[in-house]
């Protein structure tokens, strides 16, 4: 009698844990996304609850700006033709804040007016009002959760900075993107493997060159060390391509400086050095 008990509750278990974990998928994709229009010959501009801290489009044919030095509470949204596309907003809170963007021609709503009950959610856990102190080992896992999400989404995009590429024996080394996010610069580099040997990697450094004036001239390296580093490898192998992404604390270069990427090969000599101006530097995407 114990062991039919027993197997009628697992049969019953059994039955309904799919369809509770169905209700629980379907409820969260009900949640309904606004769309919003744009075009490009209007600015149309949204005003949110709390000063932005980053906005991103899903594709290149819309573009959203704001102040990135000083955060503001709105923000400008242009598109040209082509398919639809998303937008996310993060507030300063932590707030987050999605939204379906479409071309049209002809816009019958310029300004966006965003009530704190549209925000779709946090990008961090709130905590209850009795927990008043955040460790700083809590506050450095959620930066690098935050490094670690956003360099994949810049990994997934297409988005170009300009063409920075050098080559040495088959082995090209690239900067494809700079992006400036909050206080952090994110470079997207990419590594080319085209000859038929295995590339394993010593170190890759990022140093700010200075050239130095007057009558001697001399060239003065100061290196500057990532705060983070996302899908970083240790071998390329022959006819592979990786690519990884640096972040940086931000910064910014005069005309007489530049920054140069140093890629090194262990126990080889296949060695790049790639220089990049200080306009890529300071007009980041």
Known sequence: MKKYIITSLLLAVSTFAPRICFAQVTAQD???IDTIYANDTKNVALFFPEPIRQGITGAENFIFTYNREKEQYFGLL???PGKESNLLIVNRDGSIFSYIVRYKAQLLKFNYFI???SSIGNERPILNDSISVVTAESNVDNRNYYYQKFSSYLLERK?????IKKRTEGIVLSVE???F???ELYFVI????NSTLDYDLNFLKLSVETRQKGKKKSLQRLYQEPIFKHNMPSKITENETVRFVYVLPKFSLSNDRRAIFELHEKDGE???ELKISHSYINNPN
């Open 115 to 117: 009530p704190k009950s």
């Open 270 to 272: 296949r060695n790049i």
């Open 177 to 179: 993107n700079i992006v």
């Open 190 to 193: 990419q590594i080319k493997n």
């Open 159 to 163: 988005q170009r900075v300009g063409r």
């Open 181 to 183: 996010d909050t206080e």
């Open 78 to 80: 242009q598109a040209k």
């Open 30 to 32: 009900t949640i309904v």
